[in-house]
């Protein structure tokens, strides 16, 4: 090895720059290729595992923290729902009172269906009284809620998260997971609980979120409960159900009423798959390769969310998530192959190009030599950095396509009369640029680094060159401007000399016309002054019968109200009397239950008499208690033809009362129509009299803004004849300066005339220098 590195070394002394190019960057090449296959085969394999597991699990994380946050939002949505005050009032009646409002009811109603619709996440909303009694709902259903959801609502004071449910709407099934909150209420200062609120929240909406995620043909997302159970997943297994035999130790403690829904089950052991039993176990998250509830091979990566006991479950099959590690060992191969082959090309074209970058730089210094300042060596800045640039407050890129950053913005663009607003140096991170990556990386190749100052000096003589030629076209052109420029000047004083005695004319005709103005507009304030006083005491006429009109209105408006409150109570007496008469009838058929009830038993005891006989000596005891029995039913059916009878006065006596009080209604309806007929024409009169002051606030405005503008015309013409004066004084003066600046004029077209010649003469002697840009 040693001597094919000295034979080597030798061969690369003895050849020209541009071999040794290609040989040094050839043997470079093929070691790097070889210790790039190496490297690759004994490491890669374990990187890519490392990274498939660390990728999936920054996946399930995200996972984690969205259905976290998406979960917590709803679960301190339902904790406001509960702290509403129609529902918090409406919970307090039904505990004290035993009923709601109907009023009540419906905007307890209207406000159910508007969170129900606002959101859309909900599937169901009802609320509970404190002993499981449903006294409002979203879908009215009634009764009361399941004595094992009820037992484990009481006995928190705070969120409960109860176990999920199947729920069918229309022919779509659906998974709810119902959360309550208590409904807190306040009696005698005692802080009490009044029922509770539940809310179904569409778990459906995780199933979206778990399908999206990308796990792969045979991958799946579930959540899991803290009893095993299948919340939701990617695939929908919680709508399925489990068959076999469970030898699951944890299973085996369930009771029968949590043995509902799907589990996700070894096949081959019957037992939970390892994912959901190592983290029931432990509580916390995790990752191993195990046999999913499919039987397949999996990674499985878990989180625990203790808030809810659910566990969070991403499974990926294992022979799809390594087959990439096979696969990149191949390409690798073959990459290092093509890359030994394009090394081979690349150093070919390298030692090319030294070539033509030597030739491109003699052509360059020779055409420079003979005058041509458009010449440029063929370089440009090509760094992999980012420079900044500092541009008044804020920092933005630089444009490489200005030039080299330290010739623009850079330490030397100092020198070169240019401002300095590199980042770097402005912070103080670099004394110089020759301390930056940026500057190392363009002058470390010779060639370019004598291109790039060469391209400086020939730009700056350019610019030298371009500006001289400039500035001496703009002299002769400016001095030829200038010396007509003169002679115009001169005519133009002239002729306002003769402007300026015109002007003193009419200015003194002026000023005699602004003293009868002036007289004009005193007599006119006075006119107006005598109207305003006038108008004034219209307007105090019309403001107190505004106020008459006003206070009739409101007591009209009192006496409405008053007469509208009567009507209302007594429909609620209608109401009340109504619904006695309901249970009324609703009595009098319990009380004919009974009577069928007490014939029955009489019945019953008849054939209790008659097996005693039979039975003789032995069934004279039970004979005597059959015939107390029928004394008893004989004694009820009395007693509840007096109640009938009773039940039957009240509902006539009630008939009779709902007749008074739907006359009493109608003349009260009547009444209200009469006060609201007074109140229109009150009203009426009332948008008249605001119409009045209304317009005699508009007269009193444009008065008032009259008499504005006359003091206003008084005062102008006072200036006006003041500047008058002021004028003709001026002109006087613009006279004098006239005179002076025509004699000046005579001396300045002498003096353009002498410019002219001399940048004539400058002109002509930068003409040996080719510029393209001109």
Known sequence: MKLLLTLFIDTIKNTSITKRVRYVLLAVCIVISLIFLTVSYFYTGGSIRNQVVENYGELVTKQ???????????????????????????????????????????????????????????????????????????????????????YEIQNSDDIRICKSEIQVNGTKELIAQPVSYPIIGKKDGTVEILGYCI?????????????????????????????????????????????????????????????????????ESGQLVGSVAQCLETGHAGQAIYTNHEGNNVIGIWKWLSYFRWIVLIEIDKGEAFSSIYRTVIIYALIAVIFIILSCIVALLFSRNINRSISSFTESFGKGALGDLSVRYPVAQRDPYQVTEQQEDAFIPYDKSRGFCFFEIGSISRRLGKELTCKYIVE???????????????????????????????????????????????????????????????????????????????????????????????????????????????????????????????????????????ARLLSEMNESMMKISGSSKHAMNIIQIIDNISEQINLLSLNATIEAARAGETGRGFAVVADEISKLADQTAVSLKDIDSLIKENNAEIKKGLGNVKDTVETIGIIIDGFTSINVMMKEISDVMRNQIAAKDTVVEEMNNVKDRSDSIEHATQEQKNAAHEIVKAVSQINQSTQDIAAQSEELAASSESIKKEAEVLNSSILYFKNSDK
């Open 428 to 566: 103080n991170k670099f004394n110089s640029c020759t301390q930056c990556k940026v500057y190392m990386h363009n002058m470390n190749n010779e060639m370019h680094a004598l291109g790039a100052w060469f391209n400086l000096f020939m730009s700056k003589i350019q610019a030298i060159v371009s500006k001289t030629i400039e500035i001496s076209r703009d002299l002769f052109t400016a001095s030829d401007e200038l010396s007509i420029t003169t002679e115009n000047f001169s005519l133009n004083t002239n002729t306002q000399a003769t402007s300026a005695e015109e002007i003193m004319a009419t200015v003194e005709e002026l000023t005699a016309g602004f003293d009868s103005i002036s007289n004009r507009v005193v007599e006119q304030n006075h006119s107006l002054a005598v109207m305003i006083h006038r108008v004034n005491e219209l307007t105090r006429i019309i403001d107190t019968m505004s106020e008459n009109v006003h206070q009739t209105q409101i007591n009209t408006d009192n006496f409405t109200d008053k007469a509208r409150y009567g």
């Open 64 to 150: 984690f923290e969205f259905i976290e946050y998406w979960i917590e939002r709803r679960v301190e949505h339902i904790e406001k729902i509960s702290e509403i005050p129609i529902i918090v009032e409406a919970a307090y009646q039904m505990r004290y009172v035993g009923k709601i409002p109907q009023n009540r009811r419906n905007e307890l109603k209207k406000l159910i269906d508007e969170v129900m619709y606002d959101l859309g996440v909900y599937t169901r909303i009802i609320c509970i009284g404190a002993r499981g009694n449903i006294w409002a709902s979203s879908d009215n259903r009634q009764g009361k809620i399941s004595d094992d959801m009820f």
């Open 199 to 267: 809310c179904y929240i569409n778990m459906n909406f995780m199933d979206d979120s778990l399908s999206i995620m990308n796990l792969g043909k045979n991958g799946n997302a579930f959540i899991v409960d803290a009893d095993g159970m299948v919340v939701c997943s990617s695939k929908n297994y919680e709508f399925n159900v489990n068959s076999g035999l469970f030898t699951d130790y944890y299973l085996s403690h369930l009771g029968n009423d949590r043995w509902e829904g799907y589990r996700l089950i070894n096949p």
